[in-house]
């Protein structure tokens, strides 16, 4: 498989939700028998992870949203997602 | 900060078709302490004040809770509150059309118990014919799109039966199996001689567990509930006590966890007579144990007391006699000796003395001896 081959759009899976935790003032993951906290960027991550976009996508529109670019972003983007595609929690398509 | 509880289980009801002589329920659910179940709108309630402090994971439970014609209508009381729901059932008599009906009232996870690999094996144990409605209704569940838990209890007489049970929750495409040595409460506290494995049945199990581990990845999360009396140290019991967790029994009364109503020194509220969240910080039950001001030796100086918590109060009360001593599996508990004693017990015994199976009438006679 070539990289331009390799499946690259994030989704949440189906199992897992993104909520607003009013009680402590954050956003978190639900999944069965477990949750992880988010902080405000992972939140706008995930919220950029529509079946559509890339990472390279997310990237882009955080970039943009920010004026950041350089490497930093994509760095941090890729680091997160994999972090939750490691307990199934994101899978990559095309 | 004080802590605020992110799970609750709700046990919907006491009535179970299933008689697993491992049932985590207290012997005495058929006894007049569980009688008057809570309604419809109290549940609501109870889902609303829950969520307000903090609740985020919601479990419903039993019994069985399929068993309840409201179920639909929690379900969708909790699912408005934005409460992650999961279902806990036996799946005995379970339709797909009321799978569907959950599904469409919000329920986000199915978790269905199985008690053998096979037929013969899970129905023996479950004292009652459900194993093709349960194969049934694992198919139903992944139809309709829910994520499956595949439940398993451990214990000698279907520990190695492990891998089958893998290949089959595997089979099934289900994300998580969940590997449960029994835990010696409830009716598994009766029936500990008949329960308990050997030492060489779970490290068999452990080593299949290590192995298909490996071989399946994300593909099947495989989660191993340590047998916890083989363990040198006490497991970390509901992440410390009243830090996290709490159960509502069928009849209101509110438990730092779902064995703690056998803790006879502790006195628990009910949701009828006080709202949760006075409950949760204030009542008896709920503040004994909270944090390490209780604390005797060997936890008060012990560095992994931020790690176990003490271990588990349940098991200080039931095997050593006192809920505020050291959990007695801890290898440095002066109760070790009663664990020991238990484990060496079926080394030694030939052959497993018969279970007395979880009913009605068993309970009856149990809550009579008080």
């Known amino acids: ?94 | 900060m004080d802590p605020k509880p992110l799970w609750l289980l709700a046990e919907l009801t006491y009535k179970c078709p299933l008689q697993c002589p491992y049932c985590s329920n207290p012997v005495d659910f058929a006894g007049p302490r569980f009688k008057r179940e809570l309604s419809t709108d109290e549940w609501c309630r109870v889902f609303r004040e829950a969520k307000a402090l903090g609740v985020l994971q919601l479990g419903l439970s039993g019994g069985e809770p399929t068993l309840r014609a409201d179920l639909e209508a929690l379900v969708g009381e909790a699912h408005g509150l934005g409460l992650y729901t999961s279902l806990i059932t036996s799946a005995y008599r379970l339709t797909k059309e009321r799978l569907a009906a959950l599904k469409a009232a919000g329920l986000d996870h199915v978790q269905i118990s199985i008690q053998g690999a096979d037929a013969e094996l899970s129905d023996a144990v479950a004292g009652t014919a459900s194993y093709r409605d349960k194969i049934a209704a694992y198919h139903y569940t992944r139809e309709l799109g829910f994520p499956l838990t595949v439940n398993v209890v451990l214990h000698r007489r279907n520990l190695h039966q492990v891998e089958d049970l893998i290949r089959l929750a595997e089979s099934l495409g289900a994300e998580r199996i969940e590997l449960a040595n029994t835990q010696f409460y409830g009716w598994a506290l009766h029936n500990r001689d008949a329960l308990m494995p050997t030492k060489a049945q779970l490290d068999a199990a452990w080593r299949v567990v290590q192995r298909e581990r490996a071989r399946l990845g994300t593909k099947l999360e495989i989660v191993w509930v340590l047998p916890d009396y083989h363990e040198q140290y006490p497991k970390p019991c509901m992440g410390g006590w009243a830090r996290a967790y709490m159960t509502v029994t069928p009849a209101g009364e509110v438990w730092p966890c779902h064995a703690a109503g056998r803790i006879k020194t502790l006195t628990f509220e009910n949701v009828r007579e006080h709202p949760l969240d006075w409950i949760w910080v204030h009542s008896d039950a709920f503040t004994r144990f909270r944090g390490d001001s209780w604390m005797p030796e060997p936890c008060r100086s012990c560095p992994r007391k931020t790690q176990d918590f003490g271990g588990c109060r349940c098991q200080a009360f039931l095997v050593a006699g006192d809920a505020g001593l050291t959990d007695p599996v801890c290898s440095l508990s002066p109760h070790r000796h009663l664990i020991d004693a238990a484990v060496a017990e079926v080394e030694r015994a030939p052959g497993a003395p018969e279970w007395t199976y979880r009913a009605a009438p068993a309970s009856r006679a149990l809550a009579a001896k008080g």
Do not use: W
């Not at chain 1, 989704?11 to 909520?19: E, S």
């Not at chain 1, 991550?45 to 990472?55: M, W």
């Not at chain 1, 529109?61 to 950041?68: K, S």
């Open chain 1, 1 to 94: 498989m070539t990289a331009a081959e390799r499946p690259t759009v994030p989704r949440l899976h189906p199992k897992a939700r993104l909520q607003h935790d009013d009680v402590r003032g954050r956003d978190v993951l639900l999944y069965p028998e477990g949750l992880v906290a988010l902080n405000p960027t992972g939140a706008e991550i995930l919220e950029l992870c529509d079946g559509v976009r890339s990472v390279a996508d997310v990237v882009a529109a955080l970039e943009q949203r920010y004026g950041a670019p350089g490497g930093g972003v994509e760095r941090d983007v890729t680091a997160f997602l994999d972090g939750l595609a490691a307990k199934g929690l994101v899978t990559y398509g095309s």
